[in-house]
C-alpha cells in the first residue's frame, strides 16, 4: 500500500526534519509498503500544495500529525482533504493521545493513534490492504465504526526495546534540505540531522506534555544502535552536525558515557549538542570531560524559574543552589550552556518573575529564553486551564500556543505577563558582555538572524504601535 505522512504547515521557530513521522516511514517501508513524506512547513505549503501532493502521489492512507500550535492548520487540512478525495485520514502526535476521542470527532477523519504509533500504523495498513475492517483488534487505535460511532481499542504497550526500530527514514527527509535556524546559537556544522537516544521521562513536571505518550518510563537505545545512526547520517548523508533532541539524554551517567566512548572510539569528528535540555543536576565534571573530547559544544538547561516556591509549585525537582556550580563546570570544559525559563507557572506573582530575572541575570548562562506558559494537551496545567478559563477543547486558542502569548491565569496580568517576556529578554541580552559574546561567537548575519526571531518581530510591532 501507498501512505503519505504529512507536517501541516505552522509558524515555527526551528525548522528540522519530522522524526516522528521517519520513524513512522521506517517502520512502513519495513513493511513493504511505499511511503512519502510531505513537510509542509519546510516547503511553505499552502492548502493546495497538499492537495497537489496527494493527487501526486495517490496514497491509499494519509497519516496526519498534529502538534498544539498547528492544530487549526490540522484541521482545516483534514477538512480540505476530505472535501476533495475519498481517501482514509490517520492522526498521531501527544495531543491526540491526550484526547482522541475529542480529536477525531472534532477533525472528522477516520482513525487516529494512541501513543506510540510504529506497529499500530503498520497493522492498520495491513488491515485496510487486505480489506478488513476488524480495527477492534489493532491496540492504540481509535477508529469509527460502521454505525458512525466512535471506538477506542486497548492502549498499546510501548515499544520495549528501542533498538529493535528502524532509523528514521532519512532519505523521505534529507538533511541537507533543512536548514535549522538557531534559537541562541548557530550551529557548528552543516546540515545538521537530529536524534532520539532514548524514550520517555521518569519524573512529573506539571508544565510538560511528554509523559501522555511515554507513561513515565524511560528506554534507551543502544550506544552502538545510536552511533551506528550517526555514522551512517555523516557517511550517507554528509550530516556535519548532530542534535540529541531526548528530554533526558543524561538521565544515566553510565550510558551517557558509554555513548561518548563509542563517538570516541569511531572517530567521526562530528559536532554535536543537546538542544532540548538536559537535567543539569545529573551533569558532573567526569560525564561532561567525556561529552566535550566527544564532540559535544553547547547543551540547553531547563531550569524554568529562579523560585524555589515555583518549582515545587510545578513539581520541578531541582536545587537552585546546584546552578552555579554546574554552569562553572560547564564552562571549565568548553560546553556553552544555554539557559530555559518558563514565566506564568502556577503561583507566579511579580515577585516571583523579578527573582527569576534575576537568577538568569546573576548566573554564568551563555544565552537564555523565556518563555510564557503553554498549556499543553496532556499536561497537568492544561486541565487546570481549560477549568480555569471555562474552555471546551474546542474553544482554545490553539493558534496562541507558541510560548509568547499568556493564558494560564496568575497573580500576574496576562499582558503584564507578556510584557515581562519582553522585559526580561532585553534586560538580559542588552548587557555590554553578552552583546559582544554573541557576536565574537556567532557573528553579525546570524545576530541578525537571531534579532529577527517571532519574538523579536512581535516586540518591533508593539513598539510602533502595529
Avoid at 460502521?146 to 528501542?162: F, M, N, Q, S
Avoid at 566535550?292 to 531550569?303: D, E, N, Q, T
Avoid at 496562541?400 to 522585559?423: C, F, H, I, R
Wanted: charged letters at 25%.
Amino acid at each position: 500500500m501507498k501512505v503519505l505522512l504529512l507536517q501541516p504547515n505552522y509558524d515555527c521557530h526551528v525548522l528540522h526534519p519530522p522524526l516522528g513521522l521517519g520513524y513512522l516511514a521506517s517502520s512502513l517501508e519495513k513493511a513493504g509498503h511505499r511511503v512519502a513524506i510531505f513537510d509542509g512547513t519546510l516547503k511553505e505549503a499552502k492548502t493546495e500544495d497538499f492537495l497537489n501532493e496527494i493527487k501526486k502521489f495517490s496514497p491509499d492512507l494519509i497519516g496526519i500529525t498534529v502538534l498544539s500550535r498547528g492544530h487549526n492548520q490540522t484541521k482545516e487540512l483534514s477538512a480540505e482533504i476530505k472535501k476533495n478525495f475519498s481517501i482514509p485520514i490517520i492522526l498521531g502526535g501527544s495531543q491526540v493521545t491526550a484526547y482522541p476521542e475529542k480529536i477525531i470527532e472534532d477533525f472528522g477523519v477516520d482513525f487516529v493513534a494512541v501513543g506510540e504509533a510504529e506497529e499500530t500504523l503498520v497493522e492498520l495498513v495491513e488491515s485496510l490492504q487486505k480489506k478488513k475492517s476488524n480495527f477492534a483488534k489493532i491496540k492504540g487505535l481509535v477508529f469509527r465504526q460502521k454505525d458512525g460511532k466512535i471506538k477506542r481499542t486497548e492502549d498499546r504497550p510501548l515499544v520495549a526495546d528501542l533498538d529493535k526500530l528502524p532509523f528514521p527514514a532519512w532519505h523521505l527527509m534529507p538533511p541537507a534540505d533543512y536548514r535549522v535556524v538557531p534559537i541562541l546559537s548557530p550551529n557548528k556544522g552543516y546540515p545538521v540531522a537530529p536524534i532520539v537516544t532514548s524514550r520517555g521521562c521518569p519524573y512529573f513536571c506539571t508544565f510538560c506534555a511528554s509523559n501522555i505518550t511515554w507513561r513515565h518510563q524511560f528506554r534507551k537505545r543502544s550506544p552502538k544502535n545510536i552511533v551506528d545512526e550517526i555514522e551512517m547520517l555523516v557517511k550517507k548523508f554528509g550530516v556535519g552536525e548532530i542534535h540529541l533532541t531526548d528530554d533526558n539524554f543524561t538521565l544515566i551517567k553510565e550510558h551517557a558515557m558509554a555513548v561518548c566512548d563509542e563517538l570516541i572510539k569511531r572517530n567521526l569528528n562530528i559536532f554535536w549538542q543537546c538542544p532540548n535540555g538536559v537535567r543539569i543536576d545529573s551533569l558532573d565534571l567526569e560525564l561532561l570531560r567525556k561529552m566535550r573530547k566527544a564532540g559535544c559544544y553547547s547543551v540547553g538547561l531547563g531550569i524554568e524559574s529562579g523560585s524555589p516556591q515555583i518549582l515545587k509549585n510545578v513539581k520541578k525537582n531541582l536545587n537552585l543552589a546546584l546552578v552555579e556550580e554546574k554552569l562553572v563546570l560547564l564552562k571549565s570544559v568548553g560546553i556553552r550552556a544555554y539557559g530555559f525559563f518558563i514565566l506564568g507557572l502556577p503561583g507566579e506573582t511579580q515577585k516571583t518573575v523579578r527573582e527569576t530575572i534575576d537568577f538568569a541575570k546573576k548566573n554564568p548562562f551563555d544565552r537564555v529564553w523565556f518563555n510564557i506558559l503553554t498549556p499543553y494537551p496532556g499536561s497537568e496545567i492544561f486541565e487546570e486551564y481549560v477549568k480555569q478559563q471555562k474552555l471546551t477543547f474546542e474553544t482554545v486558542s490553539w493558534g496562541e500556543m507558541d510560548g509568547n502569548y499568556a493564558s494560564y491565569k496568575t497573580a500576574v496580568p496576562l499582558k503584564d505577563l507578556e510584557k515581562y517576556q519582553k522585559k526580561a529578554l532585553r534586560e538580559f541580552y542588552q548587557r555590554p558582555k553578552i552583546i559582544f559574546d554573541m557576536i565574537t561567537h556567532t557573528g553579525f548575519g546570524s545576530v541578525k538572524t537571531f534579532l529577527s526571531s517571532r519574538f523579536f518581530k512581535r516586540w518591533l510591532k508593539d513598539q510602533n504601535g502595529e
